[in-house]
């Protein structure tokens, strides 16, 4: 099966950029979408397709793919950035697969 | 407006068969393209794919799960149902349900997704 390797954590003082990997086979031929959970709720969809930013999805964040790591970039880091990140692409047999998660911690 | 809402039991008991219903509102489960997914997240732990019905009835399955998992759609009242046979207590989870848009992509994304039903699993 398709694996997605994630940091377990990231830390980043405010106004600091952040940088979230996601490392897998040759990655950068397949599709990534990010997800952002905080505590309690439900994952909000942060990027698709590599680094198209949906509607209403800040600025500061963005997203791009290559080879074999996907990074979600946050620029000017604020205190509600603070939540658990997910990479999620499809496997060629149709298959979804999420990355195990970071956490971005604001100090 | 989209919007999702998982129901089913909150405890089942080992071995039993789990039955969660997604409702959802805001679109059509006959457009093409659009799909409803499953996810979980035990507590803790990081989200895993369970599974994804399509506006055509094309369903994938998570393989490690393959065999316990059955997703069926009702387009009629806007419902897709989930169905996972034999719990054990390591699928003590929150469920979620998920919208797939119709974006013409064949690498499925989850752009909205319910609240999420918690499940334990314990006799």
């Known amino acids: 099966s398709y694996v997605l390797t994630q940091p377990p954590s990231v830390s980043v003082a405010p106004g600091k950029t952040a940088r979230i990997t996601c490392g897998g086979s040759?990655?950068?031929?397949?599709?990534v979408h990010w997800y952002q959970q905080k505590p309690g709720q439900a994952p909000v969809l942060v990027i698709r397709?590599?680094?198209d930013r949906p509607s209403g999805v800040t600025e500061r964040i963005s997203g791009s793919n290559s080879v074999n790591t996907a990074t979600l970039t946050i620029t000017r880091v604020e205190a509600g950035d603070e939540a658990d990140y997910y990479c999620q692409v499809w496997h060629n047999t149709g298959d979804g697969v999420f990355g195990g998660g970071t956490k971005l911690t604001v100090l | 407006q989209i919007t999702l809402k998982e129901s089913g039991p909150t405890l089942v008991k080992p071995t039993q068969t789990l039955t969660l219903t997604c409702t959802f509102s805001?679109?059509?489960?006959?457009?093409?393209?659009?799909?409803v997914g499953w996810i979980r997240q035990s507590p803790g732990k990081a989200l895993e794919w369970l599974a994804l019905i399509y506006w055509d009835d094309d369903k994938r399955y998570s393989p490690s799960l393959k065999s316990r998992l059955t997703i069926i759609k009702d387009t009629s009242i806007n419902q897709v149902i989930l169905e996972m046979t034999n719990m054990d207590p390591v699928d003590t989870a929150t469920y979620f349900c998920?919208?797939?848009?119709?974006?013409?992509?064949?690498?499925?994304?989850?752009?909205?997704w319910g609240p999420g039903t918690l499940v334990t699993v314990s006799s």
């Open positions: 998920a919208h797939r848009p119709n974006d013409g992509s064949s690498s499925p994304v989850f752009d909205s």
């Open positions: 040759n990655i950068g031929s397949r599709s």
């Open positions: 805001g679109f059509s489960l006959s457009t093409d393209g659009v799909g």
């Open positions: 397709y590599d680094s």
